[in-house]
């Protein structure tokens, strides 16, 4: 016969979730989970289900970890109390375009290339052009991207950033030549650290993100 597990201890009384509902704010149930555990509890196994995975996690996939129902909005709202958890530690909690996950804040990077010496991927000024034109007016076709930039653009950059995870074919465009359509990926804004295309800064500005990116995402 197959031994049950015992149920994770209960701590105190629970910790009361602050709610302001006239401000659309959710409101969590201080027992959310029947008795079971309690909220700061269950926020550990949202923790370590976090810090033991190396790709962001999206909420439809942490939801798992509750044995009731919980909805979007208060499993979203959970995760914010997490991250403000964190806060004023050298690893943050971050919702990117594919999910949640921790990182290593920005400036902890110098310490942590002393044990783990890395050299980021340098790309060339037209591969980054060329990401930042497809950004910026996708979905384009190469001649899109001929037309911004005013030269040729070789097979080269596009499959350098297709290999990166960056861009990938998303369909044609219904003209002789059905030449392909080209736009970024998830994979990009998880490197960038990003939810949306809406969060990118200035055309001016992407040279910057982008290295900042390729260095944290080496």
């Not at 033991?52 to 009731?68: I, R, W």
């Not at 037209?126 to 996708?138: F, K, S």
């Amino acid at each position: 016969m197959s031994e049950q597990a015992d149920p994770l201890p209960q701590s105190d009384a629970p910790l009361p979730v602050e709610t302001e509902s006239s401000q659309g704010e959710v409101s969590i149930p201080v027992d959310l989970f029947g008795g079971k555990m309690n909220t700061e509890q269950f926020k550990h196994v949202l923790e370590a289900a976090l810090l033991t995975t190396t790709e962001p996690l999206p909420v439809a996939e942490l939801k798992k970890l509750s044995d009731v129902s919980l909805d979007n909005r208060q499993m979203e709202a959970l995760l914010e109390e997490l991250a403000q958890d964190w806060q004023g530690r050298g690893v943050e909690l971050t919702r990117v375009a594919s999910g949640w996950r921790f990182r290593a804040k920005p400036e902890m990077q110098q310490y942590l290339d002393l044990l783990n010496p890395q050299k980021p991927p340098r790309y060339s000024r037209a591969v980054l052009e060329t990401l930042a034109i497809i950004a910026y007016h996708q979905p384009v076709t190469r001649g899109d991207i001929e037309e911004i930039r005013g030269v040729a653009v070789s097979s080269q950059i596009l499959k350098t950033l297709e290999a990166r995870g960056w861009v990938e074919v998303v369909g044609t465009r219904d003209t002789p030549g059905k030449p392909e359509l080209f736009a970024t990926t998830k994979q990009m804004l998880d490197d960038l650290n990003l939810r949306a295309l809406q969060e990118l800064p200035a055309l001016e500005e992407i040279g910057a993100l982008l290295e900042q990116g390729t260095t944290a995402a080496a």
